[in-house]
């Protein structure tokens, strides 16, 4: 279900948006959920530069993966890690040489922007306990980077047997956000800098570095890409200008 819907979102993208041809139109780009405000911010950059400003679609690396494999039309992909764009990879879709490592990022809990919970992120931590009869929302671990990047963070501090029946699992990072702001659950995990976007969640704590993979958004332009700004605008992705307006929005240097 999660595949149609992000589908239609590109298609969306490609069809609903002002006609214009393909000389007109910027870029397609197919990118992470957790980069909307950045990236956005890094579009409006690349047009105010005189070029058609990119058309970007959003949802989980996992979804825009397979509408990749599946012959989706487009011109770059931005995933949140790089297991789904070694996937892409293998499936011949991607342009070689084009891939490169863009960006780090960090995984927090976090709460209601009310809320009073208190919690030291450790082995062990009581994090069963402190969630009560409610859920831990989360992305999709089984599918999505910020879901599996949670779920092994969860299994090195030994806690994810006892919440296996307390998850409320979401198509992506931030509609795993958007039930901690809702208050539909009292705590979720997401990327720092998804946190850093919302007023309606505050940060917990901090997962160590070390109880999960890390954090890598992947870039590259597609082999079946034909636009002629692709190439310049995966070199200004790269570039010293964009990279500090993902620092700003809280992203690491790779």
Do not use: C
Request: a positive charge; charged letters at 20%.
């Amino acid at each position: 279900m999660a595949f149609v819907r992000s589908l239609g979102l590109l298609l969306a993208a490609l069809f609903l948006a002002p006609a214009l041809s393909a000389a007109e139109r910027g870029p397609l780009v197919l990118a992470a959920a957790s980069l909307q405000e950045s990236l956005g911010e890094v579009a409006d950059a690349w047009a105010a530069k005189g070029h058609a400003r990119p058309v970007v679609s959003f949802a989980a690396s996992s979804a825009l993966a397979r509408q990749i494999i599946a012959g989706a039309p487009a011109d770059l992909f931005i995933s949140a890690d790089e297991p789904w764009m070694d996937r892409v990879g293998k499936a011949g879709r991607l342009r070689a040489g084009s891939r490169a490592t863009l960006l780090g990022n960090r995984l927090v809990l976090v709460a209601p922007a009310a809320s009073k919970v208190r919690l030291t992120i450790a082995h062990g931590f009581p994090l069963a306990r402190v969630l009560g009869g409610g859920r831990l929302a989360l992305a999709d671990p089984d599918a999505v980077p910020a879901g599996k990047y949670a779920k092994a963070a969860l299994t090195s501090l030994g806690v994810w047997s006892a919440l296996r029946r307390q998850l409320a699992p979401a198509e992506n990072v931030r509609a795993a956000m958007a039930l901690v702001e809702r208050r539909a659950a009292p705590l979720g995990i997401v990327y720092e800098t998804d946190a850093k976007a919302s007023r309606g969640v505050r940060v917990v704590g901090v997962f160590p570095a070390s109880s999960h993979a890390p954090i890598r958004y992947p870039l590259a332009v597609l082999k079946a890409s034909r636009h002629k700004d692709a190439a310049a605008f995966r070199s200004f992705l790269l570039s010293q200008q964009a990279r500090a307006i993902f620092a700003r929005h809280g992203f690491s240097a790779p």
